[in-house]
């Protein structure tokens, strides 16, 4: 059992910067590829990007490539989210969420999900 809880969210004008953390419980996070998904009201929940067991291997969704930033430090059992040039598009629920498998694009593929916190973008 794997349990999930997010952190950094919050208001921020656009072009501003916010760093989102996600603290696992369990002594087997690093058995777990994890990814960041965000949800706008009335809209599906999409990946945003997703990092590898080890941390070597990222996947960026191309809406968030080049501001976003994912990283791990498996010491902590901990996953990070840069978010810099934030754009009100942005503005969404985010969701940690970690896989017994590889990561992918798909919510099915992830066995645990946080409560989310959510990210406001004004323009």
């Known amino acids: 059992q794997v349990q999930l809880v997010e952190s950094g969210g919050g208001l921020v004008q656009a072009g501003g910067s916010l760093r989102l953390s996600c603290a696992a419980s369990?002594?087997?996070?690093?058995?777990?590829?994890m990814a960041w998904f965000r949800q706008a009201p009335e809209k599906e929940r999409e990946f945003v990007v997703g990092i590898s067991r080890s941390g070597s291997r990222t996947r960026y969704a191309d809406s968030v490539k080049g501001r976003f930033t994912i990283s791990r430090d498996n010491t902590k059992n901990t996953v990070y989210l840069q978010m810099n040039s934030l754009k009100p598009g942005d503005t969404a629920a985010y969701y940690c969420?970690?896989?017994?498998?590889?990561?992918?694009?798909?919510?099915?593929?992830?066995?645990?999900w946080g409560q989310g916190t959510q990210v406001t973008v004004s323009s």
């Open positions: 969420a970690a896989s017994a498998l590889n990561t992918g694009l798909t919510t099915l593929r992830y066995d645990y």
């Open positions: 369990g002594r087997t996070f690093s058995s777990y590829g």
